[in-house]
């Protein structure tokens, strides 16, 4: 059940706490501290619990640095619930940099804002290895857009670029994981259910922002696969189309036959 209250009360407890933290991740930042990676974790575990996102986190998380996870994504909220458990930043649509509460967020957690033009592709990349050398963690969402979170389109092979080469003089660590809108606290929901959360197609921001604020508490699964084994794959596009095999079949399993979340067929562009 939606509530315009249940809304008002957690948009005000937001602005609180973003006011709270924001100067601490600023002076970190400043002065380059790690705790500019700690304070994002803390504020996005508030950040769900307020908005009544339940994250239960499934298998092990990589522990070494740097890590390039890859999963598959339905909404904005895939931020705060991954933040909630990852010292990591994000690698974002240039967009994203103008969103309301969400850009500016995604600035302070450092995120790499990428152009989706080819021609921008290399400088992209070299962004990118940069934040990686130095031994920052990133998130990448593979399929380059959103959906409705009861599928995972086929990843951009494109987009693995980044792990062709060496990091620190070996290869990148790569991590597979899954992201699932399972249902209100915990009770399994079809797809009608998961749309109130996925932003995709023709969605504008703050009306759906305001909706989802107002919705009741809803369980969202992580699941992090084993590691990858980069070195020995015999191209991105392999890379790519093994991440994308796990990936979707963590959705799948986790959504459950009732859960419209059957993976599609294979493909990597």
């Known amino acids: 059940m939606r509530s315009s209250l249940r809304a008002i009360a957690r948009l005000g407890l937001l602005a609180a706490w973003t006011v709270l933290l924001a100067p601490l991740q600023i002076v970190a ?26 994250v239960v986190k499934r298998g092990t998380v990589s522990k070494d640095r740097p890590t390039l996870f890859v999963g598959n994504h339905c909404s904005y909220l895939d931020i705060p619930v991954l933040g909630s458990l990852l010292p990591a930043s994000f690698i974002a649509k240039a967009e994203v940099a103008s969103w309301p509460i969400f850009g500016i967020l995604a600035k302070m957690q450092r995120s790499v804002f990428v152009e989706r033009r080819a021609r921008l592709a290399a400088r992209h990349r070299d962004s990118v290895k940069c934040r990686l050398e130095e031994g920052d963690n990133l998130v990448l969402f593979a399929e380059g857009t959103s959906n409705d979170g009861c599928q995972v389109l086929p990843f951009k092979s ?13 290869p990148l660590t790569v991590q597979p994981l899954s992201i699932a809108y399972i249902g209100p606290e915990g009770r399994p929901a079809n797809a009608e ?49 093994l991440c994308y095999q796990v990936v979707a079949g963590g959705l799948a399993d986790a959504l459950g036959a009732d859960g419209d979340g059957s993976a599609p067929g294979v493909g990597s562009p």
């Open 158 to 170: 494109a987009l693995f670029s980044v792990a062709e080469g060496e990091i620190g003089g070996k």
């Open 29 to 54: 930042l400043l002065l380059g501290l790690r705790l500019a990676e700690r304070i994002p974790v803390l504020y996005h575990r508030v950040f769900c619990r307020v908005i009544g996102l339940i």
């Open 193 to 241: 259910w998961r749309r109130q959360y996925a932003y995709f197609g023709d969605d504008v921001l703050v009306p759906h922002l305001w909706h989802v604020f107002g919705l009741g508490r809803a369980t969202v699964e992580v699941r992090f696969h084993p590691v990858v084994a980069v070195g020995s794959m015999a191209s991105r596009k392999a890379l790519s189309d």
